[in-house]
């Protein structure tokens, strides 16, 4: 990249939080209490998108049961998660990208209410500029929450970076030109984020941390 970094916009399960095993088992939970067959592989598929969209995509054929089960799903993740936290080391990345001047964002396919919940959890509110919830735009791979997200901030599409673990996310940020990076430890493979054309994907988060430090620091000499 030779366009000055200014903004780093995270994706929030499985690339900044650990949270991918929960999510997954309270969705085979909810989907056990209406009797719907569904593996481990496609619940953990869907991971990133809005609720509306997993459900329609997980249980296409029972329509009318979709808000009962993603009550049942959303009541079991709030009992059960509790203590689930950052990957390690993503606290001092955040920190040492705040300390480089970058502005750091959100976008999430959790609803409002699941993200203030997690961002509380985590002590993190001041960390970022800016957030977004599916709940609140549209979900994710439409790229509407990333050019809500420049628009708050006033960052152009090409002084930031998209971070995520998904295709839904790195195709939105393809979707508008703005430069992505993979995590290939939280749920899509890397042939799958290959697609997206990233300008790297991390195998860890200590990997993605000194390339996006790399990246801000550039920002000095230009």
Known sequence: MNTAVEL????????????????????????????????????????GLGLPEVAQRLFPMVPELHGEILQCYSEHYVANSKTDVWFDGVAAMLDDLQNAGVKLAVATGKSRKGLDRVLQQTQS?????????????????????????????GVRPEQA?????????????????????????GVHTVEVLQLFQPLKIAGDVGSLHQFLLQQVQMKQAI
């Open 8 to 47: 780093i916009i995270f994706d929030w399960d499985g690339t900044l939080f650990d949270s991918v095993g929960q999510i997954v088992a309270s969705l085979q939970f909810a989907a056990q209490q209406f009797q719907q067959p569904l593996t481990d592989e496609a619940a953990k598929s869907i991971i």
């Open 125 to 153: 509110m001041n960390l970022f500029a800016a957030t977004r919830a599916a709940s609140e735009t549209r979900s994710k791979p439409h790229p509407l929450m990333l050019e809500e997200i420049l628009a708050e901030t």
């Open 161 to 185: 970076i998209m971070v995520g673990d998904t295709s839904y996310d790195l195709e939105m940020a393809q979707a508008i030109a703005m430069p992505r990076v993979g995590v290939s430890y």
